[in-house]
C-alpha cells in the first residue's frame, strides 16, 4: 500500500481508521473529568471512604492527568494526519513528563535527521521523570529499560550522524525547554503541598 503523503507538508499520512481512533481519542480528552465527578458524587453522598492520603493521591493523578492529556492527543492527531511541526509544539509541551511520550517525538526527530535533537529530548527526559513526584505512579521496570535503551542508541546514532544532522533544537532553545520543564516540574511537585494546605 502506497504511503499518503500530506500536500500541505509533505509528510507522511496514517490510514483513515488511525486518524479516526485519533479523532475520538481527542474528543475523550476534551470530556469532563471523571474523577471530578466521581469525587463530587462521594461527597454528596457522604460515603467517600478514601483516607487522606489516597485523596491526595488521586488529586495529584488527575492534575497530571489534566496536564498531559490535551497536548498529548493533539499531537497525535496532527503525527498522523502528516502535520508533524504541529505535532511536534505539543510534544514539547509535555515530552519532558512521560517517556513514552518523549520516544515518540524520539521518533518523529530521528524520521526528520534531528539525531542531536533526538538525544537532547531523551537525556532531558531521563533526568526530568526522576523529579516526579511519587503520587504519579511508575510505569512496569521494561518500558523504563526500553527508554533507557532507546536513550543509548539515540546518543550513538547522534554521534554517528554529525555530518548530516539537521538538528534545530540548539543553544537558546535548548536552555528555554529546560527552563520550561523546571517551571513545570516545580508546579507539579507544589500540588501535594497546594492539596494539603487547602483541606
Not at 467517600?48 to 485523596?55: A, G, I, M, P, T
Request: aromatic share 12%; net charge positive.
Amino acid at each position: 500500500m502506497t504511503q499518503r503523503i500530506n500536500k500541505n507538508t509533505g509528510y507522511p499520512m496514517s490510514t483513515n481508521a488511525q486518524i479516526e481512533r485519533a479523532r475520538e481519542n481527542l474528543k475523550y480528552a476534551t470530556s469532563p473529568s471523571g474523577y471530578k465527578t466521581a469525587t463530587k458524587e462521594l461527597h454528596d453522598m457522604g460515603i467517600d471512604l478514601r483516607s487522606d492520603e489516597q485523596k491526595c493521591t488521586d488529586y495529584i493523578q488527575s492534575k497530571f492527568s489534566e496536564l498531559i492529556t490535551l497536548p498529548k492527543f493533539k499531537a497525535e492527531l496532527a503525527y498522523k494526519l502528516g502535520e508533524w511541526d504541529t505535532a511536534e509544539k505539543d510534544y514539547l509541551k509535555i515530552f519532558f513528563l512521560d517517556n513514552q511520550i518523549a520516544d515518540k517525538l524520539r521518533i518523529t526527530y530521528q524520521k526528520e535527521k534531528r539525531y542531536r535533537d533526538a538525544y537532547f529530548i531523551m537525556s532531558l527526559t531521563d533526568t526530568s521523570i526522576k523529579r516526579l513526584p511519587k503520587e504519579i505512579g511508575r510505569y512496569n521496570d521494561w518500558i523504563y529499560q526500553k527508554f533507557t535503551h532507546n536513550l543509548e542508541m539515540a546518543k550513538k546514532k547522534a554521534d554517528k550522524n554529525e555530518s548530516k544532522d539537521k538538528s534545530i533544537l540548539t543553544g537558546k532553545k535548548q536552555i528555554d525547554l529546560i527552563k520550561y520543564s523546571n517551571e513545570v516540574l516545580d508546579e507539579v511537585n507544589q500540588w501535594k503541598s497546594d492539596y494539603q494546605n487547602n483541606n
